[in-house]
Each structure stands twice: as C-alpha cells, then as structure tokens.
C-alpha cells in the first residue's frame, strides 16, 4: 500500500511559478512510476507527466512542455512539478499517481493523492 501526500498547490498570477511536491509512504519508492494528472471542473482527468522509478525517464503532455519539470527524489521519497510560466488554462486539481511497472498517459495508476489545487489568475 502507498499513501500519497500532494502539497504546495495555490493561487498564482499568470507567468508566475508554483512547485508542487507529492511524498509518498513505503519503502520501495523507486519501483513505482509516478505521474501528475489535473482535472479542471466540468473536464476529464488529463495527463500532465510522468517519471520513471529511476528518474531516468520522464514524459510530458504537449501542452506543458517546455513550462513544466518533473523530478524525484528517491531518498525523501518525493516526486516533485515544477510549473513555470503558468497560464489561466493551467488552473485544475492537481494529482499524483503512482503504479508499479513503466509510466502511462493513461490514468491506469494504483495509487492516487488526494489533490492539490493551482489556480492561475489572469
């Protein structure tokens, strides 16, 4: 069983940056590979990125490349979104995901956090 704990989500002007961070409970963190995914109200659940357990390996949704970073830290278990020049249409619930095996952009993931929200005023 993993537990996972979104944090550091808020209100920001457009333009400006938020970093979130997800920490996970258990031991073998760096078997799973973890994912972001945002919902905004009245939308689907949407693929944002995705990290491998290693960190080796990462993915983005076209849409947030080039503005967002994903990262971990396998010692602290954490996964981490760093989210630069933030747009109104970024504004959602953001979750993490995790699952045992390779990432997907799907959201076929085990284990799910309770959400963040990011909102992103103009």
């Known amino acids: 069983q993993v537990q996972l704990v979104e944090s550091g989500g808020g209100l920001v002007q457009a333009g400006g940056s938020l970093r979130l961070s997800c920490a996970a409970s258990?031991?073998?963190?760096?078997?799973?590979?973890m994912a972001w995914f945002r919902q905004a109200p009245g939308k689907e659940r949407q693929f944002v990125a995705a990290i491998s357990g290693s960190g080796y390996s990462t993915n983005a949704a076209d849409s947030v490349k080039g503005r967002f970073l994903n990262s971990r830290d396998n010692v602290r278990n954490t996964v981490y979104l760093q989210m630069n020049s933030l747009k109104p249409e970024d504004t959602a619930v953001y979750y993490c995901?995790?699952?045992?095996?390779?990432?997907?952009?799907?959201?076929?993931?085990?284990?799910w956090g309770q959400g963040t929200q990011v909102t992103v005023s103009s």
């Open positions: 995901a995790a699952r045992t095996g390779g990432y997907r952009r799907l959201p076929e993931y085990d284990y």
């Open positions: 258990g031991r073998t963190f760096s078997s799973y590979a």
